[in-house]
């Protein structure tokens, strides 16, 4: 069963980064569709705008 990871980054189908860095973004989620999710420090999840090509896995 394939599963979404909570990652520090990616980068997208189009070539822009998404990371935890970004204004307003606290976690970045990538789903096995390819599609990314990001959470804000309200707990509000968003999807983003294109697929996950690559990403950069946390590291605890």
Do not use: A
């Not at 189908?13 to 973004?25: A, F, I, L, R, S």
């Not at 999840?45 to 605890?60: A, D």
């Amino acid at each position: 069963m394939r599963r979404s990871i909570m990652v520090f980054g990616c980068t997208m189908d189009d070539g822009t980064q998404v990371t935890c860095e970004d204004d307003g973004v606290v976690s970045v989620r990538v789903h096995p569709d390819h599609s990314v999710s990001v959470t804000n420090s309200h707990n509000e999840e968003t999807m983003v705008e294109g697929k996950w090509v690559g990403y950069v896995p946390r590291f605890n």
